[in-house]
């Protein structure tokens, strides 16, 4: 019973922090976040889908559905080629099967 409430007041938080989210189809908020990373540029790609997956639970779902987000990677060199990321890896190029992968170098 306590984990049932907890489930409900969460899902009754992330309500609240985007009701607008829940009411449209995944369809279109997945083209509304691809569409946000191409206006955000090259730098920081790496961590936008990751911030749209913190947002809430129903945001999460979107970015996880929406394989475009995970087609574009910008990595800055040398920082980012640490085991962790090397781990990382290929989950996120699981993610964006499908969709041609575009990869961008920085530092």
């Known amino acids: 019973d306590i984990q049932k409430s907890r489930s409900d007041i969460l899902r009754q938080l992330n309500d609240c922090r985007d009701p607008i989210a829940r009411r449209l189809p995944l369809e279109v908020s997945s083209e509304i ?3 946000c990373l191409f206006l955000r540029g ?3 790609t790496l ?3 990751l911030v749209l ?3 809430c639970t129903r945001w999460k779902e979107i970015a996880l559905h929406t394989r475009g987000l995970w087609s574009y990677l910008h990595i800055d060199l040398p920082n980012e080629l640490t085991p ?3 781990d990382f ?3 996120w ?3 964006g099967v499908g969709h041609p ?3 961008a170098f920085g530092g």
């Open 84 to 86: 962790e990321f090397m």
């Open 42 to 44: 090259g730098n920081g």
């Open 101 to 103: 992968l575009r990869l």
């Open 33 to 35: 976040f691809f569409y």
């Open 47 to 49: 961590a936008f889908p």
């Open 53 to 55: 997956c913190s947002v």
């Open 93 to 95: 190029l699981h993610r």
């Open 89 to 91: 890896l290929p989950g």
